[in-house]
């Protein structure tokens, strides 16, 4: 169990510093979030973008006089360049500055020097809320629009993996659906009940998934006793997995600007880490998402 982003902060310190690779990485908040890794031992970067626009953005945050900038003015090479050095091993985690995400990404699967594994491609987020025990995790709310089955098991593999990264050895996972009942008409409940069956078969590594599951279930062992339903993870769940991207997007959303959340974010099953954090991120949640980056790399590095 996580309590919260300090802890993940401390994992990180332990595997070593890293090197990130930022993509037009002439962007304050994203270089204050390199200046809090840098200081806090995780990371050091590789900074491209426009020159002329990131030295005196360095500067004012206070980044390491010697930091690596290299000199691209155009958006598109300038993550081109970013990937390399990841593919190459120069870096180790793929990061996104001031470039629209479907930029950056198209980079990150670029055939000849991008980032593809061959697994499903996933976005993996966690949320410290005030007052909860433990951090809470939820994917897919930012890569796959309407995954079928074969990719909800791909971005649950990844999901688990992550988790195991993490030190949960046996991550308990609802499957969220509108209701408990497996229900033709509503694909999201049929396809719940298929990954049960697909964990019962020995196909994910070791956790805990039911579903369908709905959210007030999923969240409060008192309603799942009310509705009558004997569950292992109701009250306790490590990952929530979403239906589609809708569904992801308002949760996490909701986490934050109603919950307070404290949050991060990265995408998941490339040979390594991606850091896709939005604008509007604050530089606190992109060091967290540096610090689970950091820990997921584990995998990597292993």
Do not use: W
């Not at 360049?81 to 990061?95: D, L, P, R, T």
């Not at 061959?118 to 809320?129: K, P, V």
């Not at 909701?254 to 896709?276: D, E, Q, R, S």
Request: charged share 25%; proline share 4%; hydrophobic share 50%.
């Amino acid at each position: 169990m996580l309590k919260n982003f300090n802890e993940v902060v401390d994992k990180a310190k332990k595997l070593g510093k890293v090197t990130i690779s930022v993509a037009v990485a002439q962007d304050e908040d994203v270089l204050l979030a390199i200046k809090a890794a840098e200081d806090a031992g995780l990371a050091r970067a590789i900074l491209v973008g426009d020159a002329e626009k990131i030295k005196p953005l360095a500067a004012k945050v206070g980044l390491a006089a010697d930091t690596e900038i290299i000199h691209e003015t155009d958006d598109d090479q300038a993550a081109l360049i970013a990937v390399k050095k990841v593919s190459s091993g120069e870096a180790q985690i793929y990061m996104k500055g001031l470039i629209n995400s479907s930029n950056f990404l198209r980079a990150a699967l670029n055939a000849e020097y991008g980032l593809r594994s061959g697994r499903t491609l996933s976005h993996f987020a966690a949320f410290e809320i005030p007052g909860e025990k433990k951090i809470i995790f939820k994917t897919d709310g930012g890569m796959n629009i309407a995954p079928d089955l074969a990719a909800k098991k791909g971005i649950l593999l990844n999901a688990i993996e992550a988790l195991q990264n993490m030190g949960i050895a046996t991550p308990k996972v609802a499957v969220l659906t509108a209701n408990e009942q497996v229900n033709p008409k509503m694909p999201a409940t049929v396809d719940a009940k298929a990954l049960v069956d697909m964990a019962a078969a020995g196909e994910f590594p070791s956790s805990v998934i039911e579903g369908p599951i709905a959210m007030d279930v999923a969240s409060s062992a008192e309603a799942a006793k009310h509705k009558g339903i004997n569950s292992k993870v109701a009250g306790d769940v490590d990952i929530f997995l979403v239906p589609t991207i809708e569904a992801g997007n308002i949760f996490g959303k909701l986490m934050i600007h109603y919950a307070k959340a404290k949050n991060a974010g990265i995408i998941l099953g490339a040979t390594n880490p991606i850091v896709m954090v939005s604008r509007s991120d604050s530089p606190e949640a992109k060091l967290n998402s540096i610090a689970l980056a950091c820990v997921a790399l584990s995998r990597v590095k292993g």
